[in-house]
């Protein structure tokens, strides 16, 4: 695990968008799996300057998603397909019909996520998976448990998560209460992973993930056995690591 200090938020952005970018020039073809929430905004503004810059080309590139929201359709504000479509896909040349995330509008869960599944298993490995740490250490929608889970499942967030998220919609009790999530396994089977954190909110929860002891009470800690896992923190998510 190798862990880089950056400055702040925006130095945090460059570098992990450089390495995204490194990973599609010497791939184009590549599986990158991607993140929503507030953390890698300022990447895929980066991402995007450098296509616009003609410097990156997404025509081959496919992406997984590490999760959505159960019920919110692709149109709905707060899902991230939208998301996604808003900060990634639709500023750049990437192929619609290769960009992925569970089906929020299935309602069936165990068929949203069998679904997934497959779509995983047919991308093959995914070179390089992008991650925002949750301020309970939760990884995609992966909340402290018993257990590391495998893979894409239905879970049920927890009240801190609903609350951080809560920023999002107008209301606490518009937040969807389920969610799709990648599973640990899958994340862990990615080839590499590129975790971006950034503020002083979440000083204390890098410290326990990633110097604490492996817990899946810690969802993220389990990323300090991952063979080629990137953390890109900046100065205040830091704080508490001298
Ligand atoms: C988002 C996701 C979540 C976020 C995490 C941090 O797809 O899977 O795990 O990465 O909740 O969110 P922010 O970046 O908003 O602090």
Same mark, same amino acid.
């Given at each position: 695990?190798? %862990?880089?200090r950056a400055k702040d938020y925006n130095d945090m952005s460059r570098k992990?968008?450089?390495? %995204?970018?490194?990973?599609?020039?010497?791939?184009?073809?590549?599986?990158? @799996?991607?993140?929503?929430?507030?953390?890698? *905004?300022g990447?895929?503004?980066?991402?995007?300057?450098?296509?616009?810059?003609?410097? *990156?080309?997404?025509?081959?590139?496919?992406?997984?998603?590490?999760?959505?929201?159960?019920? *919110?359709?692709?149109?709905?504000?707060?899902?991230?397909?939208?998301?996604?479509?808003?900060? #990634?896909?639709?500023?750049?040349?990437?192929?619609?019909?290769?960009?992925?995330?569970?089906?929020?509008?299935?309602?069936?869960?165990?068929?949203?996520?069998?679904?997934?599944?497959?779509?995983?298993?047919?991308?093959?490995?995914?070179?390089?998976?992008?991650?925002? #740490?949750?301020?309970?250490?939760? %990884? @995609?929608?992966?909340? =402290?448990?018993?257990?590391?889970?495998?893979?894409?499942?239905?879970?049920? #967030?927890?009240?801190?998560?609903?609350?951080?998220?809560?920023?999002?919609?107008?209301?606490?009790?518009?937040?969807?209460?389920?969610?799709?999530?990648?599973?640990?396994?899958? %994340?862990?089977?990615?080839?590499?992973?590129?975790?971006v954190i950034s503020g002083e909110?979440?000083?204390?929860?890098?410290?326990?993930?990633?110097?604490? =002891?492996?817990? =899946?009470?810690? =969802?993220?800690?389990?990323?300090?056995?991952?063979?080629?896992?990137?953390?890109i923190a900046d100065e205040a998510a830091l704080s508490?690591?001298?």
């Amino acid at each position: 695990m190798k %862990i880089y200090r950056a400055k702040d938020y925006n130095d945090m952005s460059r570098k992990a968008a450089n390495l %995204i970018s490194a990973q599609i020039l010497l791939k184009p073809n590549c599986v990158l @799996g991607l993140a929503t929430g507030s953390t890698p *905004l300022g990447t895929y503004r980066q991402l995007v300057e450098r296509y616009n810059q003609g410097d *990156l080309d997404f025509s081959e590139i496919t992406t997984v998603n590490l999760d959505e929201y159960k019920g *919110l359709t692709h149109d709905n504000s707060q899902s991230y397909y939208y998301f996604m479509n808003e900060n #990634l896909f639709s500023k750049v040349n990437i192929n619609k019909s290769k960009v992925f995330l569970p089906d929020g509008t299935e309602p069936d869960s165990e068929t949203a996520c069998q679904k997934y599944n497959e779509i995983l298993h047919a991308v093959g490995v995914i070179d390089l998976q992008l991650l925002g #740490l949750g301020h309970n250490g939760h %990884i @995609g929608f992966n909340e =402290p448990a018993d257990f590391f889970t495998t893979e894409t499942h239905c879970i049920t #967030l927890s009240e801190r998560t609903i609350q951080a998220n809560a920023r999002f919609f107008a209301t606490a009790e518009e937040v969807p209460r389920q969610a799709y999530t990648m599973g640990i396994k899958t %994340i862990m089977s990615a080839e590499k992973v590129l975790v971006v954190i950034s503020g002083e909110d979440k000083a204390d929860i890098v410290k326990k993930a990633f110097f604490g =002891p492996i817990t =899946p009470q810690v =969802p993220a800690s389990i990323l300090q056995l991952h063979r080629n896992a990137v953390i890109i923190a900046d100065e205040a998510a830091l704080s508490k690591c001298e």
